[in-house]
């Protein structure tokens, strides 16, 4: 399949609870438009504070009940290896946000293996590789499906999923999922997606708010190396959208600034 990798463009809200609720609202448009289409989504999904205020502001939105969730297929970029019910785990995140309060068939939801499910850490990357292969598109060399849309967040340092600058994680292209050891952020260990994988998607929005996140998106944007930067690394077939508050912006280029999405 070709690549046709679009230029990275910025919206700016003035506030994170503004910046949760309009991308919300678009998440939610997006998914109406797929599914009142006969479509499946497939919608790749990532932790942390700004992706579950999107989830929960996706909860309150009158657009909800529009969407056709028996077509929608949740996945995470990166999964922290922790219970199932612990409150750092990303799955829990999302379904004490918005996933437990959709009516949405169990086997949609494509969760990486908890700690207490299997003790083996590498098993569970390997698991979750091979749930992914069993959605790649029909004739695709890829062995993953092509997200319609991969939320991530963006660490201070840059990191996106749980690829992280200077590690060897970010440099890999040849596995879908990988085992992540000592993670330089707890908890320690974790199953990140790789850059392959993140970058087959149609769209990669990006979520941040804050001005510890300034500089890592101005680098981002600037075009650093993505070993080093890997948020500056990430990039959608279709679309590549920082979606940001002002805190987060002060360091970002006025001609890539945008309303379009």
């Known amino acids: 399949m070709a690549e046709f990798y679009t230029e990275k463009r910025v919206v700016i809200s003035p506030d994170p609870a503004t910046l949760a609720d ?35 502001a996706a909860a309150r939105h009158p657009k909800l009940a529009k969407v056709d969730w028996s077509l929608v297929h949740f996945w995470w970029s990166d999964e922290r290896f922790v219970p199932r019910d612990d409150p750092e785990r990303n799955e829990k995140q999302a379904r004490d946000a918005l996933l437990d309060g959709l009516d949405i068939p169990a086997a949609n939801i494509h969760a990486a293996a908890a700690s207490d499910e299997t003790r083996d850490l590498d098993a569970a990357a390997a698991d979750y590789a091979r749930e992914l ?45 990988l085992p992540v050891r000592d993670s330089p952020k707890p908890p320690p260990d ?24 300034a500089s890592a998106l101005g680098l981002a944007l600037a075009g650093a190396s993505y070993q080093s930067v890997p948020a500056a690394g990430a990039k959608g077939r279709r679309r590549t959208i920082f979606f940001v508050d002002e805190a987060a912006a002060s360091q970002v280029p006025v001609e890539l600034i945008t309303g379009e999405y």
């Open 133 to 177: 292969a069993r959605f790649r598109p029909e004739g695709s060399a890829d062995a993953w499906p092509s997200f319609d849309i991969c939320f991530l967040g963006v660490g201070p340092d840059a990191h996106i999923a749980s690829l992280f600058p200077d590690r060897e994680e970010i440099r890999v292209t040849d596995q879908a999922v």
């Open 190 to 213: 974790r199953v990140t997606m790789t850059r392959p994988v993140i970058n087959s998607s149609q769209r990669v929005w990006l979520v941040l708010a804050g001005t510890d996140k």
């Open 22 to 56: 309009s991308v919300a609202a678009r998440f939610l448009s997006r998914l109406v438009k797929i599914t009142s289409d006969g479509r499946p989504a497939h919608i790749s999904l990532t932790g942390g504070s700004m992706g579950s205020a999107v989830l929960a």
